[in-house]
Nanobody
Framework: QVQLVESGGGLVQAGGSLRLSCAASGITVSTNAMGWYRQAPGKRRELVALIRSGGGGTSYADSVKGRFTISRDNAKNTIYLQMNSLKLEDTAVYLC?????WGQGTQVTVSS
C-alpha cells in the first residue's frame, strides 16, 4: 500500500520560511519522479516543483524560483520543500505526488 504523508505546513508571516516534508511508504522516492503541487481556494492545482528520479534534476514554477527548493533524502525515503521569502499568494494546500499517488496535503497560510 502506497502512502505519501505530508507535514510541516502552518501559519507563517510574509517573508518567513517553512519546510514541508513528504514521507513515502510503498514506493521508493529515488526511483520515482516526485512533485509538490499546490491548490488555493477557487484556483486550479498547479505544479510548484519536481525532482526527477535517479540523478534528481529539479524544476520549478516561475513563481517560486529562487525562493523554494525541492530535495530528497533517500535514506529516509522522504522529499522536502524548503520555502523561503513566503508571500501571501503562496497560501494554499500543498500536495506531494509520485504522479501515480497523491498525499492528502498540508495547509500553508501566509499572513501579512
Amino acid at each position: 500500500q502506497v502512502q505519501l504523508v505530508e507535514s510541516g505546513g502552518g501559519l507563517v508571516q510574509a517573508g518567513g520560511s517553512l519546510r514541508l516534508s513528504c514521507a513515502a511508504s510503498g514506493i521508493t522516492v529515488s526511483t520515482n519522479a516526485m512533485g509538490w503541487y499546490r491548490q488555493a481556494p477557487g484556483k486550479r492545482r498547479e505544479l510548484v516543483a519536481l525532482i526527477r528520479s535517479g540523478g534528481g534534476g529539479t524544476s520549478y514554477a516561475d513563481s517560486v524560483k529562487g525562493r523554494f527548493t525541492i530535495s530528497r533524502d533517500n535514506a529516509k525515503n522522504t522529499i522536502y520543500l524548503q520555502m523561503n521569502s513566503l508571500k501571501l499568494e503562496d497560501t494554499a494546500v500543498y500536495l506531494c505526488t509520485s504522479y501515480t499517488y497523491w498525499g492528502q496535503g498540508t495547509q500553508v497560510t501566509v499572513s501579512s
